[in-house]
């Protein structure tokens, strides 16, 4: 059965809006490494070592992904979660890292030196996925590296998956977009069959794969997408080769200088490099495009305080149950019994208090940071003291 080529393409419009976000990114970043950069592929050649769901194999495949975006000199922290026994990490001093309940991945900057990625445990079944899991992860740091982190989170979500093709890692990120997998086996005479069906990242696959065309059409020695690809994006990346503009239109429409000359770079290469010095410019529109991508602002370097706030659920758990208590017993135990309330309300409050979440205060940021962190991986900003009052200002 042939495949309706409307479906396998973006809109006109959102064609458009993946251009003009390109383009910006390449504005920020410099398109070198996007025109002449290694695309990575899932092969012997960039991944050699056999894949394991192991810690040591994870940590091991997250390293090199870090070496590939220029980011080896960091330190990493690898922790691996179940996402159907929900918990919360412990740093060194007790205190709660909370993890996303909805999120196959989760990474943020400890300081300069050090970053944690944490990653579900129910994701390792294909080292293409994981690859293309990490990689999105990576993408966060290497933006964060860069100052380079929307206001907006949707959008920056969306954002970093541009990155992620930016740095190389397209391929597996549009695989990771949309997986069908079937499997079947034998038991005694009975043949049993299934199929799985999966979505990751935040764009779609049809964005994928017509951002895909567009760095195939455009590299100095990109090579061939196409095996790589499973059947449904291999599809969409055909449909979106055939419906690109004209290379000279598009490279007018992403700001590129059709006089510039750049060397490719092979994957071998590229742990050497380090992302560009970039001074982004922010969007002051009032529309919120499906592109936001008007930066936090920059505080590199400026100290900044640090807010500690309790976490105020469990106060109104308490406050609610004392009260639904109250309301039911008032009338046959006694008026005393309407301390109860005050005291699971008490209770809540002290338990807030005991586990605490920290923001930064640092101008038009107000990121959530870990405990320890003494640097903001949204802002730049390095932490001064914490305080425990969000009007605090430095001395």
Not at 116 to 137: F, N, P, Y
Request: glycine share 6%.
């Amino acid at each position: 059965m042939a495949l309706d080529s409307d479906r396998l393409l973006p809109t006109k419009d959102e064609q458009d809006a993946l251009i003009e976000a390109l383009g910006r990114l390449l504005e920020r970043l410099g398109p070198a490494r996007f025109l002449a950069g290694p695309i990575f592929l899932p092969s012997a050649r960039h991944f050699p070592e056999p894949f394991t769901p192991t810690f040591a194999e994870v940590r091991r495949l997250a390293e090199r992904i870090l070496a590939y975006a220029s980011l080896e000199r960091l330190s990493l922290r690898l922790e691996l979660f179940d996402s159907a026994d929900p918990h919360d990490l412990l740093d060194d001093a007790g205190e709660v890292i909370p993890l996303p309940r909805d999120a196959a991945a989760w990474t943020t900057f400890v300081d300069d030196e050090h970053a944690l990625i944490a990653i579900d445990l129910r994701e390792l079944d294909a080292q293409d996925k994981v690859v293309g899991i990490l990689a999105h992860e990576v993408s966060h740091l290497y933006r964060l590296s860069a100052s380079l982190t929307a206001i907006d989170h949707d959008a920056e979500e969306r954002l970093t998956d541009l990155t992620s093709l930016y740095l190389g890692f397209g391929v597996f990120a549009a695989n990771n977009a949309y997986r069908y997998r079937t499997a079947g086996e034998v038991v005694g005479a009975t043949a049993f069959s299934g199929w799985s069906e999966s979505q990751l990242g935040y764009l779609p696959p049809r964005a994928w794969c017509f951002l895909l065309a567009i760095q195939a059409a455009l590299h100095l020695a990109a090579p061939d997408l196409h095996p790589h690809l499973d059947p449904t994006q291999r599809a969409m990346f055909d449909a979106a080769r055939a419906a690109l503009p004209a290379l000279d239109e598009l490279r007018l429409r992403l700001g590129l200088d059709p006089d510039a000359a750049y060397t490719p770079e092979a994957a071998d290469d590229v742990a050497d490099r380090r992302p560009a010095d970039t001074s982004p410019a922010t969007d002051e529109a009032e529309d919120r495009p499906l592109f936001d991508d008007r930066i936090v602002a920059d505080n590199q370097g400026r100290p900044v305080l640090k807010l500690r706030q309790p976490r105020i659920g469990p106060a109104f758990l308490g406050a609610f149950l004392g009260f639904a208590v109250g309301m039911v017993s008032s009338e046959t135990l006694g008026a005393a019994l309407w301390l109860i309330p005050t005291a699971l309300a008490l209770l809540g409050w002290k338990l807030g208090q005991r586990l605490p979440f920290y923001q930064c205060l640092g101008r038009d940021c107000g990121a959530v940071v870990p405990r320890e962190a003494e640097r903001c991986p949204a802002c730049g900003g390095r932490f001064r003291e914490t305080v425990d009052d969000p009007k605090a200002m430095l001395d």
